[in-house]
């Protein structure tokens, strides 16, 4: 059965770069038919796409946070990774790693990021 | 890029059946294969319809998922509701650059 689970520090403070890790098991990340998605959803609000990576280390991001936003994969570690810079309090959010291939059919569990200082 | 829009809750009694509408503000619905994600308080999102119509396996048939392209819109019916249905529900597509778009959700009481 795959599996994620997303990692990284739980709060940071506004202007600081949020870093977080993906760990696959399960399952290849190198499969050539699923994306590596994140996505995140503010308390008490909906799912917002972040953006995808393939294997090969292709991405799509989302239009409104390209400008701040890195994924990259480590295929020997089974991880992918996203970072985001200049992080506000409007960064606040469970952030969620996915598989996708037609659709999101695993999701980790979610990691909670706090903004603030 | 397009928005889809969906009711911000709706609700209904057991044993009902119930409808959740899920428009595309720009582009035709069937131009991209449309998902529904159930989820329940502090959990992570689960499939219970891809490909506009499709059921998972493991998902009750009770759950049914259709596009109507006179309205421009994709229909996540749940009959036969029961208590556990009782979540929020997100409806999902694609742009034409292969990004991601989700609905803004919808709250599903069952009274």
């Known amino acids: 059965q795959l599996q994620l689970q997303e990692s990284g520090p739980g709060l940071l403070k506004p202007a600081e770069t949020l870093s977080l890790t993906c760990t696959v098991s399960?399952?290849?990340?190198?499969?050539?038919?699923?994306?590596w998605d994140w996505i995140r959803q503010p308390p008490g609000k909906g799912l917002e796409w972040i953006g995808s990576?393939?294997?090969?280390?292709?991405?799509y991001y989302s239009p409104s946070l390209k400008s701040r936003v890195t994924m990259s994969v480590d295929t020997s570690k089974h991880q992918f990774s996203l970072e985001l810079t200049s992080v506000t309090a409007a960064d606040t959010a469970v952030y969620y790693c996915?598989?996708?291939?037609?659709?999101?059919?695993?999701w980790g569990q979610g990691t909670l990021v706090t903004v603030s200082s | 890029n397009f928005m889809l829009t969906q009711p911000h809750s709706v609700s209904e009694s057991p044993g009902k059946t119930v409808t959740i509408s899920c428009t595309r503000s720009?582009?035709?619905?069937?131009?991209?294969?449309v998902q529904w994600y159930q989820q329940r308080p502090g959990s992570s999102p689960t499939t219970v319809i891809y490909?506009?119509?499709?059921?998972p396996s493991g998902v009750p048939d009770r759950f049914s998922g259709s596009i109507d392209s006179s309205s421009n819109s994709a229909s996540l019916t749940i009959s036969g509701l029961k208590t556990e249905d009782e979540a929020d529900y997100y409806c999902?597509?694609?742009?034409?650059?292969?990004?991601?778009?989700f609905g803004g959700g919808t709250k599903l009481t069952v009274l």
């Open positions: 996915a598989r996708r291939s037609a659709w999101l059919d695993y």
């Open positions: 399960g399952g290849s990340i190198s499969s050539t038919r699923h994306y």
């Open positions: 990576i393939f294997y090969s280390g292709s991405t």
């Open positions: 720009s582009g035709s619905i069937a131009n991209n294969y």
């Open positions: 490909e506009d119509n499709q059921r």
């Open positions: 999902q597509s694609y742009d034409s650059s292969n990004h991601v778009v």
